[in-house]
């Protein structure tokens, strides 16, 4: 129950929470707004209006004016929505009222409102016509359009049901592929995490096939039509085979980044570094580089992921040493690679102090908010039972200037890692000193052993019992008992 | 269905004589008088339980038994014990068990449980079981008479005291109700390893009974491992549904548990699985899984279930369970510091200083802790290493032998019964293909196959 509460409160005081920014926690507004386009830039903007009001009337105007070039009416009522937070939020500064910052244009509602309302009835009849014809590929087409519609309109519900209708009239994997493809952006952006998975599956035995079918044919025609000149006829192959490993190495790309989200978002952040690290370069990306998750945003989940969960050789094979990673990701986000580089040679102060430094610009990352303070968490216990490891003992002064923390906010760090058992050792309260734990091995054996041996004995007594209690009074166990004995047998003589 | 093996023995041959004797007998003997000189006449015990059996009709044979000698004297005292064990049960039964009757004086009752002679009884099962119920009706209110008789009763009845008879549960219930609990120890201390239905009239409940109440007089006593062992037994019995008893058993091995480790335990395997998902619902499960805490926290989570607790009878057991937590908690405290302030413990644990410092005394003095306290109140733990003596090595080694020794003779006792040849020999197509089943998955390929592949690696 008491657990329970502290998560509410938590997640509420997330939501709530103004974010600073400042000197000590620079935030680009211009370039953050820049990577990302069309709905995925009015998501994050609205995301992030309410935790900034300091650039509330700048990221509202934004907001607006992509606004007005989609169709999707109750992102408008979102907005607002938004903005009242943002002067709910800043009570030292007040914002200027809603009017004065955007016009709100009732008759372009009612407009928007009622174009869609025509092109759904439009897209309506024709899937009615089609289906009465039973032309297969029509049908598929229809859907397709219908689920398009509702999307850009902003009902996910109706869209995702025709991506499933859909499915039933695809001829060829890569159709499936593609309906794959557009339900995983529908599932990203509506952060529904426990069902991209099973995109992911249905997407990848369509993606092999699809690539298998592509080869035959296209190694099959040249070699007709070229069999005069081997040389020119090679070459070809080896095109048609390079853009054919491309295009999949496209798909591959976002079915792993997609992976990787949805690791995250339901918090297994080893699995996610793992999907993260495996994608392909950030040209594979295409147009989920603006729409869905830049490779910035990539790089810092999973760097986080990594550094919470990674032991540190592997954090240097899989991302320092990992070019494609290192060229496509880690590049686009400087300080990131500095995180990294800074992790492993032991700078742990310098490690935390970035990772707060850049707090702000992680927390307005969606899918990462509600992981950044179990992630960060995370890494610093790690961080600390990292710096323990080589030393016998250690001062909590000298720990604490290491970190950057007092000594009682140090103590207080250790104690908890002792108690999960991150850190082998224990405090010396009066002299302040976290000394490593001294195991008598052999002492240890010895007790080990008469523990088991006693254990096992008196497991041995309870089992026999059983075993006579079966035979008298549940007869059929004469085929079973000696299994029973055996198990004991055996179990004996392991020890 | 003819009783096998144990009570076989004295079967055979007895029945057969007494096949044709006893259709003479029954129409002789119609008085006391008359059983009595058959009894002293010179015949084997089980024709004379037969005769004993079977004399006079159904409804006097009873109130026949339990009337004296015409001559006035007491039949009791005609027949001898060693001789004539039988006779002088049946007699002391009818007058247990007659209304009306002269009941036997506590003399008798206690000669008979100190000097009958066992293996006559043994056929008589049913006399026992009236005798030691009869008892416990006879000392009426004063229950404690009733212990000793049965003490005697119990201990020498089976042939040993690991065979579980229903005596045990009877007397054990006895122990608890009269609450003395040291009486049972010399009993409770033979494990029960064999189970005989043909020895007394046993029924599945009895094992269950008479752990229940073990484990009850350990609690009593305070000796938390033993209770532990003996709640587990009944928790774990097999059942197909399990009994309402293994369900309040296992509410108190929970609790025992919690004193003995200081966090709830997870059942063996082998529990039945109905048996843990009813406990989850009860508050004795988050109680287990909010220990240990400061004591008013525990305090709080009792009276909130208080009435459960009550019903279950188990607030004395809860209370000891809570009293205990500020030791588990200071525990804690050792495996993460190396000295801490008597007063950081306090706070830490929720007790005043000088409470902490006779808690602390007294888990040094126990043993559970290895620690020193300074004149200024600093606390300082200590490793302690486990020493273990050449002695204590041995008898550990040894147990160990006899243990494997009386396994392997089970095993080999199991492989030649009939029982298990039969099947065997009946299944065997199957069984081996299951068996080598298992050994491939089991042993590194090209290695022995077969049934005991498996033991090879451990041998």
């Given at each position: 129950m008491d657990i329970d509460d502290v998560h509410t409160t938590r997640t509420q005081a997330s939501h709530s929470r103004v974010l600073p920014i400042d000197e000590n926690h620079p935030f680009d507004f211009d370039q953050y707004t820049s990577i990302y386009s069309g709905r995925g830039l009015v998501e994050r903007l609205l995301f992030l209006i309410p935790q900034c009001p300091s650039l509330a009337v700048q990221a509202t105007q934004l907001a607006m004016k992509h606004l007005k070039t989609m169709r999707d009416t109750f992102l408008y009522q979102r907005l607002l929505t938004a903005y009242d937070q943002a002067s709910g939020n800043s009570p030292d500064a007040p914002l200027p009222p809603v009017n004065d910052v955007i016009n709100i244009d009732p008759a372009w509602i009612e407009d928007v409102n009622r174009r869609n309302q025509e092109d759904r009835t439009k897209l309506e009849v024709e899937l009615k016509t089609y289906s009465s014809n039973m032309i297969k590929e029509s049908i598929r087409m229809a859907h397709r359009d219908l689920a398009e519609h509702y999307r850009a309109v902003g009902d996910y519900q109706s869209a995702l049901k025709h991506y499933a209708k859909l499915r039933e009239f695809c001829t060829t994997s890569q159709h499936v592929l593609d309906m794959c493809l557009s339900v995983l952006e529908l599932l990203i952006e509506q952060r529904n995490y426990a069902h991209i998975p099973t995109y992911v599956f249905k997407a990848e035995p369509a993606l092999d096939a699809s690539t298998n079918a592509l080869r035959s044919t296209s190694f099959a025609t040249p070699s007709i039509h070229s069999a005069a000149t081997p040389h020119a006829a090679a070459t070809a192959a080896q095109a048609t085979k390079d853009r054919l490993m491309n295009e999949r190495q496209k798909t591959q790309t976002k079915l792993e980044v997609a992976t990787g989200i949805s690791h995250l978002g339901l918090g297994a952040y080893d699995k996610a570094a793992a999907a993260f690290l495996r994608a392909g370069s950030s040209?594979?990306?295409?147009?989920?580089?603006?729409?869905?998750?830049?490779?910035?945003?990539?790089?810092?989940?999973?760097?986080?992921?990594?550094?919470?969960?990674?032991?540190?050789?592997?954090?240097?094979?899989?991302?320092?040493?990992?070019?494609?990673?290192?060229?496509?990701?880690l590049e686009s986000e400087s300080y990131v690679r500095e995180l990294v580089e800074n992790w492993i040679s032991g700078r742990?102060?310098?490690?935390?102090?970035?990772?707060?430094?850049?707090?702000?610009?992680?927390?307005?990352?969606?899918?990462?908010?509600?992981?950044?303070h179990v992630l960060t968490q995370m890494i610093r216990s790690r961080a600390v039972a990292l710096y323990f490891q080589p030393f016998a003992t250690v001062k909590l002064e000298k720990m604490a200037s290491a970190f950057g923390w007092n000594v009682d906010e140090t103590e207080q760090e250790v104690v908890r890692l002792i108690g999960e058992g991150e850190v082998k050792g224990r405090v010396d309260r009066l002299g302040k000193i976290l000394r490593a734990q001294e195991v008598n091995q052999r002492a240890e054996l010895y007790a080990r052993t008469m523990k088991v041996g006693q254990d096992m004995q008196s497991a041995n007594r309870k089992l026999l019992l059983r075993l006579r209690l079966y035979v008298s009074f549940f007869i059929p166990a004469s085929v079973f008992a000696p299994f029973i004995l055996t198990w004991i047998i055996l179990a004996n003589r392991r020890t | 269905m003819a009783p096998s093996t144990s009570?076989?023995?004295?079967?055979?041959?007895?029945?057969?004589?007494?096949?044709?004797?006893?259709?003479?007998?029954?129409?002789?003997?119609?008085?006391?008088?008359?059983?009595?000189?058959?009894?002293?006449?010179?015949?084997?015990?089980?024709?004379?339980?037969?005769?004993?059996?079977?004399?006079?009709h159904k409804e006097t044979?009873?109130?026949?038994?339990?009337?004296?000698?015409?001559?006035?004297?007491?039949?009791?005292?005609?027949?001898?014990?060693?001789?004539?064990?039988?006779?002088?049960?049946?007699?002391?039964?009818?007058?247990?068990?007659?209304?009306?009757?002269?009941?036997?004086?506590?003399?008798?009752?206690?000669?008979?449980?100190?000097?009958?002679?066992?293996?006559?009884?043994?056929?008589?099962?049913?006399?026992?079981?009236?005798?030691?119920?009869?008892?416990?009706?006879?000392?009426?209110?004063?229950?404690?008479?009733?212990?000793?008789?049965?003490?005697?009763?119990?201990?020498?009845?089976?042939?040993?005291l690991s065979y579980l008879t229903n005596l045990h549960s009877i007397f054990l219930n006895l122990c608890v109700k009269t609450r003395y609990f040291s009486v049972a120890l010399p009993i409770l201390s033979v494990p029960i390893l064999?189970?005989?239905?043909?020895?007394?009239?046993?029924?599945?409940?009895?094992?269950?009974?008479?752990?229940?109440?073990?484990?009850?007089?350990?609690?009593?006593?305070?000796?938390?491992?033993?209770?532990?062992?003996?709640?587990?037994?009944?928790?774990?019995?097999?059942?197909?549904?399990?009994?309402?008893?293994?369900?309040?058993?296992?509410?108190?091995?929970?609790?025992?548990?919690?004193?003995?480790?200081?966090?709830?335990?997870?059942?063996?395997?082998?529990?039945?699985?109905?048996?843990?998902?009813?406990?989850?619902?009860?508050?004795?499960?988050?109680?287990?899984?909010?220990?240990?805490?400061?004591?008013?926290?525990?305090?709080?989570?009792?009276?909130?279930?208080?009435?459960?607790?009550?019903?279950?009878?188990?607030?004395?057991?809860?209370?000891?369970?809570?009293?205990?937590?500020?030791?588990?908690?200071?525990?804690?405290?050792?495996?993460?510091?190396?000295?801490?302030?008597?007063?950081?413990?306090?706070?830490?644990?929720?007790?005043?200083?000088?409470?902490?410092?006779?808690?602390?005394?007294?888990?040094?003095?126990?043993?559970?802790?290895?620690?020193?306290?300074?004149?200024?109140?600093?606390?300082?733990?200590?490793?302690?290493?486990?020493?273990?003596?050449?002695?204590?090595?041995?008898?550990?080694?040894?147990?160990?032998?006899?243990?494997?020794?009386?396994?392997?003779?089970?095993?080999?006792?199991?492989?030649?019964s009939k029982e298990y040849l039969a099947k065997a020999l009946k299944h065997k197509d199957e069984s081996w293909g299951g068996m080598e089943d298992d050994a491939l998955y089991n042993t590194h390929p090209g290695g022995p196959s077969g049934p005991w592949a498996e033991e090879s690696m451990y041998a």
């Open positions: 040209n594979s990306l295409g147009t989920w580089s603006t729409k869905v998750i830049p490779p910035s945003d990539i790089a810092i989940y999973a760097t986080l992921c990594a550094l919470a969960t990674y032991p540190r050789p592997q954090i240097k094979t899989q991302i320092l040493e990992n070019d494609t990673f290192v060229y496509s990701y742990f102060k310098a490690v935390l102090e970035g990772l707060e430094r850049h707090s702000t610009r992680h927390a307005l990352s969606p899918h990462l908010a509600p992981h950044l | 009570t076989a023995q004295p079967g055979p041959s007895g029945q057969g004589q007494s096949a044709h004797a006893p259709a003479e007998d029954k129409a002789q003997i119609t008085t006391l008088e008359e059983l009595i000189n058959l009894l002293l006449s010179n015949r084997t015990p089980p024709q004379k339980n037969d005769a004993l059996k079977t004399f006079a044979r009873d109130a026949l038994m339990a009337a004296s000698l015409p001559n006035g004297a007491d039949p009791l005292n005609v027949l001898s014990l060693a001789d004539n064990t039988l006779g002088y049960l049946y007699i002391l039964c009818a007058r247990l068990h007659v209304p009306g009757a002269p009941p036997p004086t506590t003399a008798q009752l206690e000669g008979f449980c100190e000097g009958f002679v066992p293996g006559q009884a043994r056929l008589a099962p049913d006399r026992i079981t009236a005798l030691a119920k009869g008892i416990i009706k006879a000392s009426g209110d004063n229950l404690k008479l009733a212990l000793s008789p049965l003490r005697h009763l119990v201990t020498r009845y089976p042939p040993n064999n189970v005989d239905k043909t020895l007394s009239e046993l029924t599945y409940n009895d094992n269950l009974l008479y752990h229940y109440a073990g484990g009850v007089v350990f609690g009593a006593l305070g000796r938390w491992k033993d209770a532990e062992e003996f709640f587990e037994i009944v928790v774990t019995s097999p059942a197909q549904t399990p009994a309402a008893i293994q369900l309040e058993a296992l509410k108190k091995l929970t609790l025992v548990q919690l004193i003995l480790y200081g966090k709830p335990v997870q059942p063996p395997k082998y529990t039945n699985a109905t048996l843990i998902r009813l406990i989850k619902s009860t508050p004795y499960n988050n109680f287990a899984r909010a220990y240990p805490q400061r004591v008013v926290a525990l305090n709080a989570l009792m009276t909130k279930d208080i009435d459960t607790y009550r019903t279950d009878q188990n607030i004395g057991l809860l209370q000891q369970v809570i009293n205990r937590a500020p030791r588990w908690l200071i525990k804690k405290l050792t495996s993460t510091y190396l000295t801490l302030g008597l007063n950081d413990i306090g706070l830490q644990v929720g007790l005043e200083t000088e409470e902490v410092r006779s808690v602390v005394l007294s888990m040094v003095e126990v043993g559970d802790i290895n620690a020193s306290i300074s004149s200024d109140g600093t606390v300082t733990f200590v490793d302690a290493t486990p020493q273990f003596t050449k002695t204590q090595v041995d008898n550990a080694l040894l147990q160990a032998q006899a243990q494997s020794k009386l396994l392997h003779e089970l095993e080999r006792a199991l492989n030649a």
